[in-house]
């Protein structure tokens, strides 16, 4: 009852302080299909993967956010084996909203860069389904873009437009989001983000990447076809070394 009691309270005083600072936990792995596999190695590669999971933390205001990776002890990183991810970020990546931008600060090659792009928009469309998660109402929000299926699970009682990563642009904040892509081969492959516990601390900082280069996503993509072919020349040439 004590517990019951304490969720709403919480609830109720998010709800009442939305210029707060929220913190939200949320935890991040991939759910690849097995099915479709027939590589030996791609599979023992997607089963290593699918044991593995990320941590990250969202402190967020109606105005800006801060999202960024954490660590936490979990029996997931124990696991050994080669393993691939695709949609944790190992990077800071910082929302404006009053602005319009996001910076994603990287440290590319010994680089410090923060890369400058405007706010992705979601096409949201918000669905009857209603469900309850971490002792909240939520409402079920979905679009789909090519070959994915976006879901979302928001809270309107959070009244933050925002969500993990660049995902936001609901009337509550987002604490469940799967992304489900449909590979060539036909097999459903998942990235989920769940939200773990949710807070208000007033103590908790937003910080805006400031120290390093400001390129924007263009650029950024100009840096990484130019290093590209470096790299691509400089393998030919010891190629090339080698046959003489």
């Given at each position: 009852?004590?517990?019951?009691?304490?969720v709403a309270l919480l609830?109720?005083?998010?709800?009442?302080?939305?210029?707060?600072?929220?913190?939200?936990?949320?935890?991040?792995?991939?759910?690849?299909?097995?099915?479709?596999?027939?590589?030996?190695?791609?599979?023992?590669?997607?089963?290593?993967?699918?044991?593995?999971?990320?941590?990250?933390?969202?402190?967020?205001?109606?105005?800006?956010?801060?999202?960024?990776?954490?660590?936490?002890?979990?029996?997931?990183?124990?696991?050994?084996?080669?393993?691939?991810?695709?949609?944790?970020?190992?990077?800071?990546?910082?929302?404006?909203?009053?602005?319009?931008?996001?910076?994603?600060?990287?440290?590319?090659?010994?680089?410090?860069?923060?890369?400058?792009?405007?706010?992705?928009?979601?096409?949201?469309?918000?669905?009857?389904?209603?469900?309850?998660?971490?002792?909240?109402?939520?409402?079920?929000?979905?679009?789909?873009?090519?070959?994915?299926?976006?879901?979302?699970?928001?809270?309107?009682?959070?009244?933050?437009?925002?969500?993990?990563?660049?995902?936001?642009?609901?009337?509550?904040?987002?604490?469940?989001?799967?992304?489900?892509?449909?590979?060539?081969?036909?097999?459903?492959?998942?990235?989920?983000?769940?939200?773990?516990?949710?807070?208000?601390?007033?103590?908790?900082?937003?910080?805006?990447?400031?120290?390093?280069?400001?390129?924007?996503?263009?650029?950024?993509?100009?840096?990484?076809?130019?290093?590209?072919?470096?790299?691509?020349?400089?393998?030919?040439?010891?190629?090339?070394?080698?046959?003489?």
């Amino acid at each position: 009852m004590k517990k019951l009691l304490s969720v709403a309270l919480l609830s109720a005083s998010l709800f009442l302080t939305a210029q707060e600072k929220v913190v939200v936990e949320y935890e991040f792995y991939n759910v690849f299909d097995l099915s479709k596999e027939t590589n030996p190695k791609m599979l023992e590669i997607y089963k290593n993967s699918n044991e593995q999971k990320s941590f990250y933390e969202l402190v967020t205001t109606v105005d800006e956010s801060l999202y960024k990776k954490i660590e936490r002890v979990d029996n997931s990183q124990s696991k050994k084996g080669t393993s691939i991810s695709f949609g944790g970020v190992g990077n800071d990546f910082y929302k404006n909203f009053s602005e319009n931008i996001s910076l994603t600060f990287m440290d590319y090659n010994g680089k410090k860069l923060i890369i400058k792009d405007s706010l992705k928009v979601q096409p949201w469309i918000i669905q009857k389904d209603k469900s309850t998660y971490l002792g909240y109402d939520v409402k079920k929000a979905t679009y789909q873009e090519k070959s994915n299926t976006y879901t979302a699970w928001f809270a309107p009682k959070l009244a933050i437009k925002n969500g993990p990563i660049e995902y936001a642009g609901l009337p509550g904040l987002i604490l469940k989001l799967e992304i489900v892509n449909i590979d060539k081969k036909g097999g459903e492959n998942k990235r989920i983000y769940n939200a773990t516990n949710i807070k208000i601390d007033s103590k908790a900082k937003i910080e805006r990447p400031t120290k390093g280069q400001i390129v924007s996503q263009k650029e950024f993509d100009q840096i990484i076809e130019e290093d590209n072919k470096k790299f691509d020349e400089m393998y030919n040439n010891k190629v090339e070394t080698k046959i003489d």
